[in-house]
């Protein structure tokens, strides 16, 4: 503890020597008036052969068949270095246009809204919290809670020993009360600055602290100073029911998107000619601030910035859940992009750090046409895996358009078919919100924009009706798979639908989830009108 409390102290007074810098930074950086509003021109990362940038095209492919062979499910992939993109893929049906969620890696976006309000003098690293709130704090609060500061909530030192359950379906949380006053109920054991715990909610509240002081919610304060300079595309952050941008989770963007913040950062601030974030602030939100642990093999245990990890190989990153990356490498000047829905995250930066890293030379090589476009091909051609079986199976033609009703249950499941009548296989289901129709490929993936989700719709952060793309297959004589990606999302879904005379057993799972993965099995009946009344919902 005492390492802690010198460590705590040490933080603060860099912390003063940051605020200082800023504020001899403020008048320049103010003076430049805002980018416009509409998406400015010529955003786009450049392109490069990986040879010219200094990296073999074959190391590139050696890593993108590791991830392709190692790694379920691996979204998309972007390598930039020397400020280009040398490569690029996304595996089938998560494409370039279509964003994704990016679950906590939205924590760094929120790093750098809090680092613009003190560089334009509305925020403070010591700002006390609980004054920031005073209609919302607690009748008799802590002494810990009022030495918490704006540096604590960056740095997750809140000196909190549990989150505070702020989230939606959370038996804990008050549905009713403002998220800042359930924050701030939260008992604070720790003196800030001295405990390190992984706090969404802190972000949460740094977000709302951001609101608090400019008027304008995290993401529209983003849109003139980041979003629309880097060239994000209508951006989209999810709101508590308050109107704040959820700050730790929320944000989708594309992959080249992230890779521009990511090129913003390891350029400290720096974006065709205009400081859009103060150099100071990049470099102390993306230094260690905290330690975290002291495992040598983990990248989670390198320490903390703020609301930046620190990782090995003197690199930091922001990162999400289930595999999504903004990894920077300063040393190496490069930015590795990965949006992802795996469950071993590690396992994904190990591959950056033992196919990439060593192949990352200095200066430009000789070019590999051959290797390029082996490379190329391979990039263009991936795919998330689709089930492995056969596209027909002689019990097809008597299971096909017929209606399984379900008894009751928690799912709100109604009834299922399969319908193998048209050029196109599709499942339909059957709710109380009404009936989809998705379209099933076979050997291939099949998009639906209302299409069924199996719940994934739930899951924090999904959109409520999430784009769906679905592929099947007959993995036994009696028994189809499909499997439903949410390709917004990290998740997908495998449904087993086994045929027993006049039973359907349905087996469903998630690759990922918050909560548990496997949903309970339920077993279906032949429905009394038998035949299938075509669906209206394309």
Known sequence: ???????????????????????????????????????????????????????????????????????????????????????????????????????????????TAVGLAIAEGKLSLDDEVLKMFPDDAPAEPSANLRAMRVRDLLRM?????????????????????????????????????????????????????????????????????????????????????????????????????????????????????????????????????????????????????????????????????????????????AVVTITSGVRDMQRVMNLVWDKLLPAMKADAIPEDAAGRRQLETKLAGLTVRVPAGSPTAALAKDVSRKWYEFPENDRGLQAMALDFGDASPALLVRTAGGETRTAIGLGSWARSRDGFANGLARSLSVPAHPLVAASGAWTAPDTFTVKIAAYETPFYSTLSLRFDGDRLLLDSEHNVSFGPTKLAPLVAHLGKSRSLEHSTRD
């Open 157 to 333: 030192s809140a000196g909190h020993q549990a989150e505070a359950p702020l989230w939606r379906g959370d038996p804990a949380s008050t549905k009713d009360d403002p998220w800042t006053k359930t924050f701030l109920a939260q008992p604070v054991p720790f003196k800030p600055g001295t405990h390190f715990l992984y706090n969404s909610p802190g972000t949460y509240m740094l977000s709302a602290m951001v609101q608090k002081v400019t008027g304008a919610s995290v993401l529209d304060y983003l849109r003139p100073r980041l979003f629309d300079p880097l060239g994000f595309e209508n951006p989209t952050w999810v709101a508590s029911p308050q109107g704040i941008s959820a700050g730790a989770w929320g944000l989708l963007a594309r992959t080249e998107e992230i890779a521009r913040f990511g090129q913003l950062y390891l350029q400290r601030g720096m974006w065709n000619g205009r400081q859009l974030v103060p150099a100071a602030w990049v470099d102390e939100a993306t230094a260690r601030q905290t330690s975290n642990g002291s495992s040598p093999a983990s990248d989670w245990d390198q320490g903390y910035g703020y609301q930046f990890w620190r990782s090995r190989h003197d690199s930091y990153r922001g990162d999400g859940a289930f595999g999504q990356y903004c990894l920077v490498l300063p040393t190496q000047d």
């Open 1 to 111: 503890m005492r390492d802690q409390i010198n460590c705590s102290r040490v933080e603060t007074r860099v912390g003063h020597r940051l605020a200082a810098t800023l504020a001899m930074a403020l008048v320049g950086f103010l003076a430049s008036p805002l980018p416009a509003a509409e998406p400015p021109t010529g955003v786009a990362l450049p392109r490069s052969t990986p040879e010219r940038q200094g990296i073999s095209s074959s190391a590139i492919l050696g890593f993108v068949e590791a991830a392709d062979t190692e790694i379920d499910a691996m979204h998309s992939f972007m390598l930039v270095r020397h400020g280009h993109v040398v490569a690029e893929g996304w595996w089938t049906p998560y494409d370039a246009r279509t964003p994704h969620v990016l679950y906590s890696l939205s924590k760094s976006f929120t790093s």
